[in-house]
């Protein structure tokens, strides 16, 4: 019986993802592998980063898993809907900027930060028009470099582009802040100190509950006792 779920993201970002699907669905098996060849994804076209993601899936399915987490915004926002139609019989799950949270509990100014693919790619513009209200306002603000420095540890970097994001925007009364990148969960502490009178709002909750209702809805939920293991490469 195939009883992994595989997660993958270009580096460490996913693990914001994996720690919230571990503590929703703590009897799961789960495989993480981190592309840290193909790190960032942003700068690749559509076709080479469907190529890549491609190959990870065929990986990850080699390995018996019963559904794959994309636990990056890029990758989902521009692959995941080719995915679905090239692997018809894997269930898939992706992460969205968590739009829809910030304007359905009705904060007035959001900020979205994410990286430049994802604030190009067609389903994060689809996600504003779906859920905005008359009222709201809806910021989209590519993150040029900031995963990437999130990946290395290059705090002079963030701490730059940080501080450019809350200068261009300290006028907006901004009220909540989606990180739209999975890298940027782990950083919440530095954002907070450059906007900190703001909400943070990730998607990783909604791809845990996510991932649990597919589960369920297929009878695939594990009752055996839980574990992670990380994949060096890809077979």
Partial sequence: MNNYIGVFDSGIGGFTI??????????????YYADRDNVPY??????????????IVEGLKKYGCKM?????????????KKLKEKYQDMLFVGVV?????????????????????????ERTLQLVKENKKKEQNIYLVAC???????????????DK?????????QDKNIDAV?????????????ILAKMPNVQLIDGSLGVANE?????????????????????????
């Fill in 18 to 31: 994996l720690e919230k699907l571990k503590e929703i669905l703590p009897k799961e098996k789960f495989l």
């Fill in 42 to 55: 942003g700068n690749k076209t559509d076709e080479e980063l469907l190529e890549i993601t491609s190959g």
């Fill in 68 to 80: 794959i987490v994309i636990a990056c915004n890029t990758a989902t926002t521009r692959c995941m």
């Fill in 97 to 121: 900027p968590a739009i829809k949270v910030a304007c359905d509990n009705d904060f007035k100014n959001t900020l979205v930060m994410a990286t430049p693919a994802t604030i190009e790619a």
């Fill in 144 to 158: 040029e470099g900031l995963a990437p420095a999130i990946e290395k540890g290059d705090f002079k970097t963030i």
């Fill in 161 to 169: 582009i940080l501080n450019n994001v809350a200068k261009d925007y």
């Fill in 178 to 190: 989606v990180l739209g990148c999975t890298h940027y969960p782990l950083i919440k502490e530095e």
């Fill in 211 to 235: 991932v649990k209702r597919q589960l369920e809805e297929n009878n695939l939920l594990n009752e055996g006792t839980g574990c992670i293991h990380f994949l060096e490469k890809i077979v």
